[in-house]
T-cell receptor, first 112, second 108 residues
Framework: EADIYQTPRYLVIGTGKKITLECSQT?????MYWYQQDPGMELHLIHY???????EKGDLSSESTVSRIRTEHFPLTLESARPSHTSQYLC???????????FGPGTRLTVT | RKEVEQDPGPFNVPEGATVAFNCTYS??????FFWYRQDCRKEPKLLMS???SGNEDGRFTAQLNRASQYISLLIRDSKLSDSATYLC?????????FGTGTSLTVIP
């Protein structure tokens, strides 16, 4: 079982609110990722990080930011939530040894 | 053009059947390939990596054809517990690109 955690698991919030989705892993992985997935659709990369103080934008990053101050923690912030942000957000970390991505359970976000 | 293309299915097969999924990728520089399994409303989990020589893990066999930029997954003797969505994943370098997934339902 992967040691990667996301909170909250479910969130309903109004338009215009600022929200932070939390992601933590205890496996000591340097590489971490945020994906967005709509039902029946592929995962889209939002942001990724190769280690502390490293962050890169993915294909879908324009309305969110991330930080990587500690290896184990990779939070995602939406400055002003919109209904178009309604989706599932998946955090993952990557094991160089096994070349496997481990995913957290996801946060289901609904913006009303 | 999408980085990874998969037939979304759905595939509905009886228990014990053999089923094959295919996937094509657009970036010829891709070096790493994977099949992930995703259950309904759950996170993806690695099923198997795909090697150039092909590889087998129990009832599952993965093949890679670099010339055609094509990856396949074969499931033999399907079980009810195999019902899930199977995601083809390609890594050309910095990022992982996921297909939309192929839905499989194994019927008793």
């Amino acid at each position: 079982e992967a040691d990667i955690y996301q909170t909250p698991r479910y969130l309903v919030i109004g338009t215009g609110k600022k929200i932070t989705l939390e992601c933590s892993q205890t496996m000591g992985h340097d590489k971490m990722y945020w994906y967005q997935q709509d039902p029946g659709m592929e995962l889209h990369l939002i942001h990724y990080s190769y280690g502390v103080n490293s962050t890169e934008k993915g294909d879908l990053s324009s309305e969110s930011t991330v930080s990587r101050i500690r290896t184990e923690h990779f939070p995602l912030t939406l400055e002003s939530a919109r209904p178009s942000h309604t989706s599932q957000y998946l955090c993952a970390s990557f094991a160089d040894s096994s070349y496997e991505q481990y995913f957290g359970p996801g946060t289901r976000l609904t913006v009303t | 053009r999408k980085e990874v293309e998969q037939d979304p299915g759905p595939f509905n097969v009886p228990e014990g059947a053999t089923v094959a999924f295919n996937c094509t990728y657009s970036n010829s520089a891709s070096q790493s390939f994977f099949w992930y399994r995703q259950d309904c409303r759950k996170e993806p989990k690695l099923l198997m990596s795909v090697y150039s020589s092909g590889n087998e893990d129990g009832r599952f066999t993965a093949q890679l054809n670099r010339a055609s930029q094509y990856i396949s997954l074969l499931i033999r003797d399907s079980k009810l517990s195999d019902s899930a969505t199977y995601l083809c994943v390609v890594n050309p370098g910095n990022q992982f690109y996921f297909g939309t997934g192929t839905s499989l339902t194994v019927i008793p």
